[in-house]
Each structure stands twice: as C-alpha cells, then as structure tokens.
C-alpha cells in the first residue's frame, strides 16, 4: 500500500482544476514523507460556507462556517467509539485501518482568506490541506507552541512544493 488521496467535489461555487488534484497529491506524498508516514488514505472533501458551517455546529459546537475541518480515524481519543470487525480469515484486513481521516475544505472561505493574505487560491488551498493532515496525525494549535510547531511544519511542506510565501 502507499499514499492515496480520493477526493470530491460537493460545492458548485467553482470548478476544481485538475491542477490542484496534483498539487495536492504532491504536497500529500511532501508532508507524509516529512513525517515518516508510508501509508494511508486520505479524502478530500471540497464544498461551501453552508456545509462546512453544518459540519463546524454539528461537530465541533462553532455556529459559523470555517476554512478546513479534519476527521482522523486512527486517533486514540478515549471518546471514539470501537469498531469491531468479524474477521474470517487472518488474511482478511480491517477495512478502514489503511484509512488517516477526511479533511473537508470551504472554497468560498479558502478563496476568501487567498484574498484577504495576498497570495493566490492554491497557495491557499495547499496550505489548508497540508493543515487538516497534520491535524490527521494528531498535531494541534492549543497553545503557541503547538501552533509554532504546526505552522513551522506546514510552511516547510509548502516551501518544497514551491508555495512559499
């Protein structure tokens, strides 16, 4: 198995260059490397304000739209609950074990933000996906140091694609 990105396109705002699908493979294959990630599925969700702003409240509690939002199904979180699978045989494998999560992104809100910080919309639409997969591996923004350390990872993903600031 290796790195896989599946993704689809659930807005209507904008289309999705075939472009981005490669750059977003490529900064993929970069922050998996970067981390010493092998494997793994990854699924990239794109699609407006009003979803994303369902999916924050239903989620996460936050009554607005937001820019990325990540799931993670390898997380350790004492609140997931256990899936268990009947295996038949000892060569059949756990259907989502190969799985790192979902990360779902606003176009309107990443178009939004390239504008607000003068850079273009892949810059940021790399940035936000490099973002949600660090979060896939458990890395957060609690705190400054935590944040640092995440930004830090990110524009070091983002620089070896070519997307510096």
């Not at 900064?27 to 407006?48: H, I, Y």
């Not at 390898?74 to 699978?85: A, S, V, Y």
């Amino acid at each position: 198995m290796s790195l896989r990105l599946d993704w689809s396109n659930e807005q209507q705002k904008m289309d999705i260059p075939d472009s981005w699908i490669e750059l977003l493979e490529q900064l993929l294959q970069l922050a998996a490397e970067s981390e010493g990630v092998a494997e793994g599925d990854v699924s990239l969700t794109f699609t407006d304000d009003e979803q994303i702003h369902q999916l924050n409240l239903e989620y996460r509690g936050i009554d607005r739209p937001t820019d990325v939002l990540s799931f993670a199904m390898q997380e350790d979180g004492t609140e997931e609950l256990d899936i268990i699978f009947e295996v038949e045989s000892e060569e059949e494998a756990d259907p989502i074990s190969g799985m790192l999560g979902d990360i779902i992104i606003s176009v309107e809100t990443a178009k939004a933000q390239s504008e607000d910080y003068g850079h273009s919309l892949e810059r940021e639409i790399g940035f936000l996906f490099v973002h949600g997969f660090l979060h896939l591996l458990g890395y957060d923004h609690q705190d400054d140091a935590a944040e640092a350390e995440m930004m830090g990872k990110q524009e070091a993903v983002l620089s070896l694609a070519g997307l510096a600031r």
